[in-house]
């Protein structure tokens, strides 16, 4: 069965960098696009980055946008989220998501959630 599990959560001062990843098993990582949600605190769930099956298009969230680095590699069937200039606000449990395409969560929306990593951004 599909099985998303993310890691490299943790605390982290503001300013600092952290790169979460997800290794994913179960189905074809090359053929679906993927995508990293999160959920600060006491509130909503928060698209941050979307990529293509293949790796050539990349789509982020305008708060993280400069930010942050979504990549992919298929020969290890692993999402990465790379994350600069952290803010307080980026405090939140990050999921690694399938979407249900090859091209991206708005064209056909996401099926598959991994259980997420907490990153506590806080000095």
């Known amino acids: 069965q599909v099985q998303l599990v993310e890691s490299g959560g943790g605390l982290v001062q503001p300013g600092g960098s952290l790169r979460l990843s997800c290794a994913a098993s179960?189905?074809?990582?090359?053929?679906?696009?993927m995508s990293w949600v999160r959920q600060a605190p006491g509130k909503g769930l928060e698209w941050v980055s979307d990529?293509?099956?293949?790796?050539?298009?990349?789509y982020y969230a305008d708060s993280v946008k400069g930010r942050f680095t979504i990549s992919r590699d298929n020969a290890k069937n692993t999402l990465y989220l790379q994350m600069n200039s952290l803010k307080p606000e980026d405090t939140a449990v990050y999921y690694c998501?399938?979407?249900?395409?090859?091209?991206?969560?708005?064209?056909?929306?996401?099926?598959?959630w991994g259980k997420g990593t907490l990153v506590t951004v806080s000095s």
């Open positions: 998501v399938k979407d249900r395409t090859m091209y991206n969560a708005a064209t056909g929306g996401m099926d598959y």
């Open positions: 179960g189905f074809t990582f090359s053929s679906y696009a």
């Open positions: 990529i293509n099956n293949s790796g050539g298009s990349t």
